[in-house]
């Protein structure tokens, strides 16, 4: 064997094992842009899987484990139906626009099934966490709003999700003084935890 073809072998088979690993890494997904809500937990579908203690550091800090969850991008929340409401924001006392879709919808394109005995741990990104029931959800028409006023919601803003409702047409919170209406509302949402009791 000559020294050249020693050499071109060698990096070949040096070069397998990278290539192998490149395009695992490479499969398909079908997030066409970055993660910005993951539902975790009692999630009958996945795209993901388990938190990485070192690339994942929100979800480390924040206490979240799971060993597979469902990750929407802004592609795959908008592809969902949209629902628009008119609250009446607490943070400048006018009505606004909010548009997204239905949590429900949310959760169920996660692969969410079930009623009261299911408990949703809304997180935030500043850490803030709703536990929330479910049937509370659904009754209250809650939705994830992407966008507030037709311009879509920003991190530093209120977003890149808000979980909102319409308080000034439900019984719960049409009577309650504005700052108070939105205590269930998580904006800056970026995690849903499912559980079942």
Request: with cysteine; hydrophobic share 45%; proline share 6%.
């Amino acid at each position: 064997m000559n020294k050249r073809d020693f050499l071109g072998k060698t990096a070949l088979a040096g070069l397998l094992p990278a290539v192998t690993s490149a395009s695992a890494l490479a499969a398909p997904s079908a997030l066409k842009g970055p993660g910005l809500l993951t539902l975790s937990g009692a999630v009958g579908k996945s795209n993901r899987g388990a938190v990485d203690p070192a690339l994942d550091q929100m979800f480390v800090k924040h206490g979240i484990q799971f060993d597979k969850a469902y990750v929407f991008d802004a592609e795959a929340l908008r592809r969902l139906p949209t629902v628009q409401i008119r609250p009446t924001l607490e943070y400048d006392a006018k009505k606004h626009v909010l548009a997204g879709p239905l949590m429900t919808t949310v959760l169920e394109e996660a692969g969410v099934t079930g009623g009261k005995e299911v408990q949703l741990f809304l997180r935030a990104v500043d850490g803030y966490v709703v536990p929330l029931n479910l049937a509370d959800a659904r009754s209250w028409r809650m939705i994830v709003a992407t966008e507030i006023d037709g311009a879509p919601l920003s991190i530093g803003g209120l977003g890149p999700q808000w979980a909102v409702y319409e308080a000034d047409t439900l019984a719960a919170f049409k009577d309650k003084p504005l700052k108070e209406r939105f205590a269930l509302c998580p904006w800056g949402l970026y995690s849903i935890d499912v559980r079942k009791s």
